[in-house]
């Protein structure tokens, strides 16, 4: 060692000297050297003091200084753990060391090492901030006292630090704190205690009681709880309301606890105010929203869950729904307690929906899958499954999902599935020729009838127009219904004799949504059987009205044979009419046109294939244009019997609408008989009180809300207002 010079002294000995004071930090606690700053002229001195530190186990890393300009340079180096000065020194003494020492490094303690030292010397520089004093010849106290000025130091610094930490707290903390003394006065508030509670600063605030804050109708309850809390119990969270100092009330929870002495008597109390308003606003809304999930999932025709992604799916949610989906009440499946969602499950299923759920939650996508559960009932329905895996908070994957009942559906597209196969069968069955053209008029597709019809093969026909395949000819025939479509958007007919046989050829348009035509249905009926009869019935209807009466019957009858599903529509039709028209004060000529255009006005759909007729499902759009095609085929046959009255327009316009959605022409307003218009309605009338293959009959509650609802739009208003008071006020009903 050197003066004003470092030195290093050597790692902790093995086996220390003994020493007589043994209340030394234990060496483990100490893996780092104790950097020491030694102000001692005296260098034998300071080896001693070394020793001594070394010796009651401390490793110590010492550095010598030996005046005052070398004490004042090592002052300037990064803070020493301990400075041990000599008392006097030549010129210099340990108080100038202690004023120095303090001004660089106020943190590290200070020790006065000397061989002489008076008390009042002593005192002196205790009170000026020296953290001990050691005789040189009592040199055996310098390691506790060194150990003592470092924890008292360590202990001071970590008190400030707390102090500092919480003020911080105490000033930024968002929630209100006040220390109130024994008598609940308050003596200190933060920052937000002013905020919350309305006042322009803690300074409003200090000198008031506690009781002033509480609603008056939870003054008592918080006064009880100040007193238990001063008993040494338990205080909060409480929940009260409070009062800003404009009178204004708010939620608050609270939690207080006594401020204890040395002895553990109470001195006073803390109490810690937070606003609840938006916690509780929440929680109202989380409410809301959980009664408002609620009934969303009890209305809902299906079972949405919740479950664990173990082998069982244990269920940890079930709505309501399951138990209408499976016949189980939620709480058999809640936490599989009667049985697991998978023992619903088909056995010829389990294994595939297994594996697509798997796979969908390896891959992170929601599945959507549908197999077969058995019910409590023993009812095999087919499900549909919506689900996703989710992770908790806590890292689980839970699945949630959705299963609700598509047998129905699954049912349907089965149908859906064996009539597309059997379509082509039901297409070459058709008695009459249905051909499918393109854009250009050319036939991309026909049934075995056209075939049948024109002697040639399919191959022959198809991208060929019609003319060439019908007619043999070389263009279009006058008056051909094609290009009259074509032109009118609409479905067009003409009646054509060709060698001797007449001819019904219809077209329907396909055009799409911008007004192009992209092609059509072609078809050809064989009709020469019934313009025979139209001829004869021409004949005999001026001959006899009897005879009128018996031809129009028979003709409705011989509808209704071959739309079995809706026997007696005609005539009740007829019925209903006739009976709106009289209750109009309509003359008796449009009355009987209405009654004898209601017994005929289906009397077109003889042309319609009865297989089409009497389908129990949606129609196809090809299958529909034929249907839509019958006003047009009862005029053609009626238009040439002269009848007294419109009928043949009153039947070809009992589609059409006010509104012009009706077909076939698209007619609108003033365009439309009036018998025709009474004709429309009681039709709709008819047509939603009586079953049909493809539904059910409807409630009269739905048949007047949609006469109602039509009434001056799609239907004329005072035939609307007759059918309504015939139903309504006089218990109209249709016979059987």
């Known amino acids: 060692m050197t003066a004003a010079g470092s030195s290093r002294s050597p790692r902790r000995r093995s086996e220390p000297e003994p020493l007589d004071v043994h209340d030394v930090r234990p060496s483990a606690e100490n893996p780092v050297p104790l950097r020491v700053l030694c102000l001692e002229d005296a260098p034998t001195d300071a080896e001693l003091a070394r020793r001594t530190l070394e010796g009651a186990g401390l490793e110590i890393d010492m550095t010598l200084a030996q005046d005052r300009a070398a004490f004042e340079a090592l002052l300037a180096a990064p803070a020493y753990d301990v400075i041990l000065a000599d008392f006097a020194l030549p010129g210099f003494d340990a108080h100038a060391a202690l004023a120095m020492a303090r001004?660089?490094?106020?943190?590290?303690?200070?020790?006065?090492?000397?061989?002489?030292?008076?008390?009042?010397?002593?005192?002196?520089?205790?009170?000026?901030?020296a953290d001990d004093c050691v005789l040189k010849d009592h040199l055996a106290r310098l390691p506790l006292a060194v150990q003592r000025a470092i924890d008292d130091r360590a202990r001071e610094r970590a008190?400030?630090?707390?102090?500092?930490?919480?003020?911080?707290?105490?000033?930024?903390?968002?929630?209100?704190?006040?220390?109130?003394?024994?008598?609940?006065?308050?003596?200190?508030?933060?920052?937000a205690a002013a905020g919350m509670f309305g006042y322009g600063g803690d300074a409003e605030i200090v000198g008031r009681h506690l009781s002033e804050f509480p609603a008056p109708e939870d003054e008592g309850r918080a006064l009880t709880d100040i007193a238990r809390v001063l008993r040494g119990e338990p205080w909060g969270p409480s929940e009260y309301l409070a009062l800003r100092a404009d009178g204004t009330r708010f939620p608050v929870e609270a939690?207080?606890?006594?401020?204890?002495?040395?002895k553990g008597h109470p001195t006073g109390l803390v109490v810690v105010v937070r606003d609840i308003t938006e916690r509780i606003g929440t929680a109202r809304r989380l409410q809301e929203r959980e009664r408002e999930l609620a009934a969303l999932m009890s209305g809902l025709p299906g079972m949405a869950f919740r479950c664990a992604n173990d082998n069982a799916w244990t269920m940890r949610f079930v709505s309501d729904g399951c138990k209408e989906l499976t016949g189980y009440s939620p709480e058999a499946l809640l936490h599989n307690a009667e049985l697991s969602f998978f023992d619903l499950m088909h056995p010829n299923d389990?294994?595939?929906e297994r594996s697509e759920t798997e796979s969908a939650i390896a891959r992170g996508e929601p599945w959507t899958t549908t197999y077969r559960i058995t019910t409590a009932g023993g009812a095999v329905k087919w499900v549909e499954e919506h689900g996703v895996a989710l992770t908790s908070r806590t890292g689980e994957t839970v699945l949630e999902g959705f299963v609700h009942d598509v047998t129905e559906q699954y049912e349907a597209a089965e149908r859906l599935r064996r009539a597309s196969a059997e379509w082509r069968r039901t297409f070459d069955a058709m008695g009459d020729s249905v051909s499918l053209m393109d854009g250009d008029g050319r036939i991309v597709r026909c049934n075995l009838a056209t075939t049948a019809l024109?002697?040639?093969?399919?191959?022959?026909?198809?991208?060929?127009?019609?003319?060439?395949?019908?007619?043999?000819?070389?263009?279009y025939l006058p008056g051909c219904p094609q290009r009259r479509s074509t032109a009118s958007g609409r479905v067009e007919t003409a009646m054509i004799e060709q060698d001797g046989a007449w001819l019904r050829v219809t077209f329907d348009p396909e055009i799409d949504a911008d007004g192009h035509l992209t092609g059509g249905v072609h078809v050809v009926t064989d009709v020469t059987d019934l313009k025979r009869t139209e001829e004869e019935l021409r004949a005999s209807v001026g001959k006899l009205e009897a005879i009128t009466e018996g031809v129009i019957a028979a003709l409705s009858r011989s509808v209704e044979a071959r739309d079995p599903y809706t026997g007696g529509h005609e005539r009740r039709v007829s019925a209903m009419a006739t009976a709106m028209a009289e209750r109009m004060g309509l003359d008796e000529t449009s009355t009987r046109c209405i009654r004898i255009a209601g017994m005929l006005h289906d009397i077109g759909k003889i042309v319609v294939p009865a297989e089409i007729l009497a389908k129990p499902g949606r129609l196809s759009g090809v299958e529909f244009s034929l249907i839509k095609a019958h006003p047009q085929a009862a005029f053609d046959i009626l238009e040439s019997i002269e009848f007294s009255c419109p009928v043949a327009q009153t039947v070809l316009q009992h589609h059409e609408r006010l509104d012009g959605s009706g077909y076939p022409a698209g007619l609108s307003g003033g365009e439309i008989l009036p018998e025709a218009r009474v004709l429309a309605v009681a039709d709709v009338v008819e047509a939603m009180s009586n079953h049909r293959p493809y539904r059910a009959a409807l409630p009269l509650d739905a048949t007047l809300k949609e006469l109602e609802e039509g009434?001056?739009?799609?239907?004329?208003?005072?035939?609307?207002?007759?059918a309504i008071s015939l139903l309504r006020d006089e218990g109209f009903t249709f016979d059987a």
Do not use: M, W
Not at 459 to 475: Q, S, T
Not at 711 to 722: I, L, M, P
């Open 103 to 129: 001004a660089a490094q106020p943190e590290t303690p200070f020790v006065c090492v000397s061989g002489v030292i008076g008390e009042e010397a002593t005192v002196e520089l205790l009170k000026h901030g």
């Open 454 to 475: 024109t002697g040639l093969d399919i191959d022959d026909v198809l991208g060929r127009p019609c003319y060439e395949i019908f007619h043999n000819a070389h263009d």
């Open 711 to 722: 009434a001056g739009t799609r239907y004329d208003a005072a035939a609307c207002e007759a």
């Open 350 to 352: 389990v294994a595939a």
């Open 255 to 262: 939690n207080g606890d006594a401020i204890r002495d040395e």
């Open 159 to 191: 008190l400030r630090d707390s102090e500092a930490l919480h003020r911080s707290i105490f000033v930024a903390s968002p929630d209100a704190i006040t220390v109130a003394d024994l008598e609940g006065r308050v003596l200190l508030a933060s920052p």
